[in-house]
């Protein structure tokens, strides 16, 4: 199937800084993807949809401010946390379509101390 | 507005068949029904699809019911490795459409 890579897969930043994880489609093209949290022991929960060449669609209850979103190209989508806080520590993961199914990728921890 | 309802958790002896429902009752003409798997730590793993015939790949087989308001994931011959999350996920066939993930079934695969 098709590969989606995230980087870092592990992040420690301290509380008032941004961080940004990068997620890449290795072997397609991709121009929408999407970004999930998920917190220990819950399901994954969709943040927002990545569009390449126009701006996010966020879910509801998302902060758009907080969770800054750029698809620079057909293969690159960020996300970066800013200001972060504590409560921000949790896995995150993107995905994105390639012929009739998604693919994710292997996640992003990040701590926020 | 996951639209499946699975149980929260089962287990399956080593090398036995591990038979997965899902029940997608509300299920739309043009929404497929997609399996993934997570384990520990780790990004969801695909694992198959279908429309409304049953589906067979080298991972596991997908048998939906003729009127499509449920599915059974089938692993032949479960391993150890195959203890993980599972959920079940209806999605129309337009590739834009996201994944809404529920709460998926936790399998324990017992030695």
């Known amino acids: 199937g098709a590969v989606v890579s995230q980087h870092p897969s592990r992040v420690i930043c301290k509380s008032g800084t941004s961080v940004k994880i990068e997620c890449r489609s290795l072997?397609?093209?991709?121009?929408?993807m999407f970004w999930y949290r998920q917190f220990p022991k819950q399901s994954l929960m969709l943040m927002a949809t990545?569009?390449?060449?126009?701006?996010?669609?966020?879910e509801q209850g998302v902060e758009k401010d907080k969770f800054l979103i750029n698809h620079a190209s057909l293969t690159l989508s960020t996300l970066t946390v800013t200001s972060a806080h504590p409560e921000d520590s949790s896995f995150y993961i993107c995905?994105?379509?390639?012929?009739?199914?998604?693919?994710f990728g292997e996640g992003s921890w990040l701590t926020v101390v | 507005d996951a639209k499946t309802t699975q149980p929260p958790s089962m287990d399956c002896a080593e090398g036995r068949a591990a038979n997965l429902p899902c029940n997608h009752s509300?299920?739309?003409?043009?929404?497929?029904v997609y399996w993934y798997r997570q384990i520990h730590s780790q990004g969801p793993q695909y694992i198959i699809h279908g429309l409304k015939n049953n589906e067979t790949n080298e991972m596991a087989s997908l048998i939906i019911t003729e009127d499509r308001k449920s599915s059974t994931l089938i692993l032949p011959h479960a391993t150890l490795r195959d203890t993980a999350v599972y959920y079940c996920i209806v999605r129309p066939s337009n590739t834009g459409n996201q994944f809404y993930f529920g709460t998926g079934t936790s399998l324990t695969v017992i030695p």
């Open positions: 072997d397609f093209q991709a121009t929408t």
């Open positions: 509300t299920i739309s003409g043009n929404e497929y």
């Open positions: 990545s569009n390449e060449g126009s701006k996010a669609t966020y």
């Open positions: 995905s994105a379509p390639s012929r009739n199914t998604i693919y």
